[in-house]
């Protein structure tokens, strides 16, 4: 079976009554778990933004602390899960400050990680990558978000 395009998509929905579109989110959410947490930030969290980026926070935090850190092998295959939780996060939001945020709190939070991830040529490199992808986000934003996450990002580099 080929998808139908988003256009066809919506030209359908126009035409179905409320109660048929209820249904249809709701057989949508039974499918996918990323399915039902995408309609949780858009029916619960999207008119809180700020409650949304600290309850990821604290989930992140909890990833943290579970990192194993006897090998820096086990580091990276964490960190990459981490990012792309975050990457999963974002794309809900749809909000580029959103990103911002949770890319700078991750980057700060591997620079706590004993033993350090800078000693490790790969984990130097994402986090490198995360620094760079900040920049680019940080670039489209408003003039006062650019200077304060740029002073934020300073604070990383150094």
């Known amino acids: ?5 988003v256009v066809e998509i919506r030209k359908e929905l126009a035409g179905l009554d409320k109660e048929s579109i209820r249904q249809l989110c ?5 499918f996918k778990l990323e399915n039902k947490e995408l309609l ?12 949304y980026i600290n309850s990821i926070k604290t989930q992140l935090d909890n990833h943290f602390s579970e990192i194993n850190t006897n090998s820096y092998f086990y580091i990276k295959k964490s960190i990459r899960k981490i990012l792309r939780r975050v990457r999963k ?5 749809n909000c580029p400050e959103t990103e ?5 709190y991750v980057c700060h939070q591997m620079l ?14 994402i986090f490198n990558r995360q620094i760079e992808l900040i920049q680019k986000k940080t670039s489209k934003l408003h003039e006062d978000l650019q200077y304060e996450y740029n002073l934020q990002i300073e604070d990383l580099k150094s």
């Open 112 to 125: 706590k990680i004993k033993p350090s991830v800078l000693r490790n040529k790969t984990l130097t490199n």
């Open 1 to 5: 079976m080929k998808a139908a395009s």
């Open 40 to 51: 949780t930030y858009l029916l619960f969290e999207a008119d809180n933004e700020e409650g």
């Open 100 to 104: 911002v945020e949770l890319l700078l």
């Open 89 to 93: 996060f974002s794309r809900y939001s």
């Open 26 to 30: 709701l057989r949508l959410a039974r």
